[in-house]
T-cell receptor
Framework: SAVISQKPSRDICQRGTSLTIQCQVD?????MFWYRQQPGQSLTLIATANQGSEATYESGFVIDKFPISRPNLTFSTLTVSNLSPEDSSIYLC??????????FGSGTRLTVV | AQKITQTQPGMFVQEKEAVTLDCTYDTSDPSYGLFWYKQPSSGEMIFLIYQGSYDQQNATEGRYSLNFQKARKSANLVISASQLGDSAMYFCAMREEKAAGNKLTFGGGTRVLVKP
């Protein structure tokens, strides 16, 4: 099973600024997924990041607000731009290293003040 | 319509007792997978158990078992001999084979609190 290192684990940011979250995987994976978990809520998929192509965004999420980079098969970043208090959430990356399981990063707990 | 429904927002269970967490799903895809994850207060997502739509037997992993009733489209998680460390949020999720991108869809979650 893949191991994911996600950074930062938490941050407090001023509104109007941006936060970039990094995920490093210890093996090559085709797809990486980015999720948002608002307080007390379930996980919602933001986008799927494929190496060598633009990310695929889910309904309600746009590239200008959540730009994603995927420079190689082991790394991806998610930026949350122009922060507002409504962006306070846990952000998680995930990969599917085999035919069964999905592995998640430890999450980034973002608070916007 | 909700693809994954968890009707129990919260549950109390006595230590050492078993608890069943409900999950129903909705799909027209004949090939799909069902997952359960545990999320402690630390926020990490811990994979517990997987059931494929074509699996003939219910999945088991240690104290976790999945009661898969395909005709009823339910995939309930049973935790036996509950421990204090089982206190967490539990999410049911589904992957549909025909869905683009192998993505997971999550239910709303059930918060479990184990009482000593």
């Amino acid at each position: 099973s893949a191991v994911i290192s996600q950074k930062p684990s938490r941050d407090i940011c001023q509104r109007g600024t941006s936060l970039t979250i990094q995920c490093q995987v210890d093996s090559q994976v085709t797809m990486m997924f980015w999720y948002r978990q608002q307080p007390g809520q379930s996980l919602t998929l933001i986008a799927t990041a494929n190496q060598g192509s633009e990310a695929t965004y889910e309904s309600g999420f746009v590239i200008d607000k959540f730009p994603i980079s995927r420079p190689n098969l082991t790394f991806s970043t998610l930026t949350v731009s122009n922060l507002s208090p409504e962006d306070s959430s846990i952000y998680l990356c995930s990969v599917k290293p085999n035919h069964i399981g999905y592995t998640f990063g430890s999450g980034t707990r973002l608070t916007v003040v | 319509a909700q693809k994954i429904t968890q009707t129990q927002p919260g549950m109390f269970v006595q230590e050492k007792e078993a608890v069943t967490l409900d999950c129903t799903y909705d799909t027209s895809d004949p090939s799909y997978g069902l997952f359960w994850y545990k999320q402690p207060s630390s926020g990490e997502m811990i994979f517990l158990i997987y059931q494929g739509s074509y699996d003939q037997q219910n999945a088991t992993e240690g104290r976790y078992s999945l009661n898969f009733q395909k005709a009823r489209k339910s995939a309930n998680l049973v935790i036996s001999a509950s421990q204090l460390g089982d206190s967490a949020m539990y999410f049911c999720a589904m992957r549909e084979e025909k869905a683009a991108g192998n993505k997971l869809t999550f239910g709303g979650g059930t918060r479990v609190l184990v009482k000593p």
